[in-house]
C-alpha cells in the first residue's frame, strides 16, 4: 500500500476530484493548508501600504491506495492539477505499513 499526498492549487480541486472519480477512487481526504515553494509568495497592497504574501492558501489531498493503482492515480493527479505555471503543487508517496477499518477490523488493501 502507498500514501499519495498531493498539495495543489485550491481551484483545481474540482477538477482533481472528478478525474479520482472517473477512474474509481472513492477515498480522500482533503486538507486547507498554506505554504509557499519557488514562488515564495507576491506581493499586494492594503489601503496604500505594500506587504508580502508568503504562505499561500494550497488544497492537500490525501489517499491510501494499493501497490498496483500508484501510477494510474498519479498520472489523473498530475493530468488534472496542472497549469503549467510555478505553483502547481507536488505529489509525494510514501509506503504504508499497514491499515487498519476500525468498523469491522478489515487489515491490508481490504481496508481501503
Request: charged letters at 35%; zero cysteines.
Amino acid at each position: 500500500m502507498k500514501k499519495i499526498e498531493a498539495i495543489i492549487q485550491p481551484f483545481k480541486l474540482n477538477d482533481v476530484r472528478e478525474a479520482l472519480k472517473g477512474i474509481g477512487v472513492d477515498g480522500v481526504t482533503v486538507s486547507e493548508v498554506r505554504g509557499h515553494g519557488r514562488q515564495k509568495g507576491h506581493k499586494e497592497v492594503y489601503r496604500g501600504m505594500e506587504y508580502e504574501v508568503d504562505l499561500l492558501p494550497k488544497v492537500k489531498l490525501e489517499l491510501i491506495v494499493a501497490d498496483a493503482r500508484v501510477e494510474e492515480i498519479t498520472g489523473a493527479l498530475l493530468k488534472s492539477a496542472r497549469t503549467g505555471k510555478i505553483g502547481d503543487g507536488k505529489i509525494f508517496i510514501y509506503d504504508v505499513r499497514e491499515a487498519i477499518r476500525i468498523r469491522n477490523d478489515d487489515r491490508g488493501d481490504a481496508a481501503l
